[in-house]
Every structure is written in C-alpha cells, then in structure tokens.
C-alpha cells in the first residue's frame, strides 16, 4: 500500500456555487453555475483517480472548524490518523491541474518535505506534505485564502529540514463567477472544462441561442465593438 494519499478537501458543488456564484460567468442559471461546480469536481476526480494513489474526498458537509484553516488542518490530520505519511492536497477549482502534476509532487515529496503548487493569485492550487512537517496549530494560521498564501507556505516549509518543491506550471484557479472567462483563455478549445462551459452558457443565453462550438468559434477572435454578454 503507498504511504501517500491524495486529499480532496473541497466544498460540495451546491454550496460552491453559492459562495463563489459561479452562474455570474455563465449568464443568469444558477442551476447551470451547480453544474460547472460539479464538473470541476468530477474532472479532479478522474485525475486522481488515474494517480493509482489512495483518493480521500473531504467535503464542506464533513469538514470541523470555523475558519478555513481550522477544517483545512483538521482533515490533513485525518489522513495521517489513517497511516498515511505523505499527503498531496487538491481543491476541486483549477481546471488546468494534470496527471503528470501529481506524479511530479509525489516524486518530490520523497525528497522534501513540502510541495506547492503555485497559483496565479498568490495562493496555491496543490500542496504535498510529509507527516513529519506538520504542524497542525501552525498549520492553521497561515494566511489562508489570501494572495499571500504562498509566500506563507514558502516561509513555513523552507525551516523544515528537506525544504520545498515549487511545481513548474503556474495556473489560475476559479475564485469567482465572474473570473471564468479570464480562466478560460488560458485553456484550449480542445479542453473538457472550456467545453463544459461553452454548453452551459449555450443553455443561459436568453437573447438567443448560440451553439457551444460557435461560441468557442467567436471566443479566439477579438469583437470590433464591445464585447457580447454571455
């Protein structure tokens, strides 16, 4: 059995679509900002999945604690009470993660004692730990949430003995509805999230109705006159 584990710690789609209101990017379906919450989370899955490592799911329905650190810490030292002695940490919120970013934190953590993978906000889309370097009082008060959550991260790894990895690929996670089509530049035509989206601002569009493939079409040219709301 691996001594590394892989933890989901995530909000439920229902109540990730209410705290971040993810329908603001797809046009006016609150039902349909559910179904990109969803999506996000089940693409995570599929590629933790395909890690062969032990998958974990902590949702915002089991999580303890009032602060995000509180329930952030509380369910690493969940994992480790399970025997575990490394632990790589996903949210369910950056479409651009991949298989080959969590062979490459797992491959680090055997060297170090921590692994961040840096988001585009100042924040941090993985994060891998050995069990020897948590400390879970610290843990919780470091500045979660915030743009200097990875500088927190850098400073409380880099005291530890084995230091820490920094990821090679940087991406943009989704914080707010209305950050998604700044997201979604950043990803191909090709990819399953921009097409997920493409079909959920298909079925918002009240004006009239424009098909996923020719929105994408419309998407990688440039409007002469303002941009059309979708």
């Known amino acids: 059995m691996s001594d590394t584990a892989l ?6 789609p229902e109540r990730e679509a209410l705290v971040k209101s993810l329908h603001q990017g797809l046009g006016n379906g ?29 949702d915002s329905n089991h999580q303890v604690g009032q602060s995000f650190g509180e329930r952030y810490s509380q ?6 009470a399970r025997g575990y002695q490394k632990v790589i940490t996903l949210g369910s919120d950056c479409p651009g993660l991949t298989l080959q970013d969590l062979r490459e934190a797992e491959a680090a953590l055997q060297n ?11 924040g941090a889309y993985l994060i891998g730990l050995r069990k020897s370097a948590f400390d879970e009082a610290q843990w919780k008060t ?11 991260l850098r400073n409380y790894f880099g005291k530890l003995d084995g230091g820490f990895y920094t990821l090679a690929r940087y991406y943009a996670d989704l914080d707010r509805g209305k950050d998604l089509s700044h997201l979604l530049k950043e990803l191909s035509s090709a990819h399953s999230f921009y097409r997920t989206v ?17 929105w994408a079409s419309l998407a990688q040219h440039p409007w002469r006159g303002p941009p059309l709301t979708l």
Do not use: M, Y
């Open 30 to 58: 609150k039902p349909q900002g559910v179904e990109l919450a969803k999506a996000l989370l089940n693409r995570v899955r599929s590629i933790a999945r395909q890690s062969q490592l032990p998958v974990i799911e902590i």
């Open 198 to 214: 493409c079909a959920l601002r298909a079925e918002t569009t009240s004006s009239f109705f424009l098909a996923p493939l020719a």
């Open 142 to 152: 470091l500045a979660w949430q915030t743009s200097q959550n990875f500088r927190g």
């Open 75 to 80: 369910a690493i030292a969940q994992v480790f």
């Open 112 to 122: 170090h004692a921590g692994v961040i993978g840096p988001a585009k906000d100042g």
């Open 7 to 12: 933890l989901i710690f995530c909000n439920t």
